[in-house]
């Protein structure tokens, strides 16, 4: 399959333009994913953990994984000792895939946006790569993923750089600060998401501290 073949799959998800849309991408892409994804040089998951490893130590607190896939990130720190990891997701499919690793604790259909079936302080960290980006989840995903996370835990997560500058992200982000609600502890310059395909996608990855 030729890079152009794979980045028609990721294409159709940038260019989701509702929830339902954006599902039904990634159900029917769920075999294929990580192979697809791979080809085009998709570093971003590894560059999110690296961050997330900075912030977040190894407790037998759980950690959400938001947005989670076929599971990448869990796999990767289950790796390295992380343990009682929650995923959500809003692709069945894909909760599936994941749920074939065994290294989450639960799995659950959740829908970033909306509100999650988790009580307050839930969660010593949160994590999420490629999550926030075109035609993906919007910026008020962030209230309830600071409800969910105890204070003084940290959500680390990647945004298309566009996404940040021209969506709204970058004013709801900081109005987040402004209001007391987080603190920026550590943000990346743009880098590439992907090394081969899609040079065009540059992403930062931020880590906030819940207060």
């Not at 890079?3 to 075999?31: F, K």
Request: glycine share 10%.
């Amino acid at each position: 399959m030729s890079d152009t073949d794979h980045e028609t799959a990721i294409a159709g998800a940038y260019g989701a333009s509702t929830v339902n849309e954006l599902t039904q991408q990634y159900d029917t892409w769920v075999d294929t994913y990580n192979a697809e994804v791979a080809a085009l040089g998709y570093r971003l998951p590894w560059m999110v953990i690296a961050m997330f490893m900075r912030h977040v130590p190894q407790t037998t607190d759980p950690i959400l994984d938001a947005g989670c896939g076929t599971g990448i990130l869990g796999d990767s720190l289950a790796t390295f000792a992380y343990s009682d990891i929650v995923g959500i997701d809003l692709s069945v499919p894909m909760l599936g895939h994941a749920k074939n690793l065994n290294v989450y604790s639960q799995l659950s259909q959740m829908t970033l946006g909306e509100t999650l079936g988790f009580g307050d302080n839930t969660f010593n960290g949160v994590i999420s790569a490629g999550v926030f980006t075109q035609g993906h989840a919007p910026y008020n995903s962030f209230d309830e993923l600071i409800r969910t996370t105890k204070p003084g835990g940290h959500i680390v997560f990647s945004v298309r750089e566009s996404v940040y500058e021209n969506d709204g992200f970058c004013e709801y982000q900081q109005s987040l600060v402004d209001t007391g609600k987080w603190r920026l502890t550590e943000v990346t310059a743009p880098c590439l998401a992907f090394t081969i395909g899609y040079q065009d996608v540059n992403v930062l990855i931020f880590a906030y501290q819940v207060v």
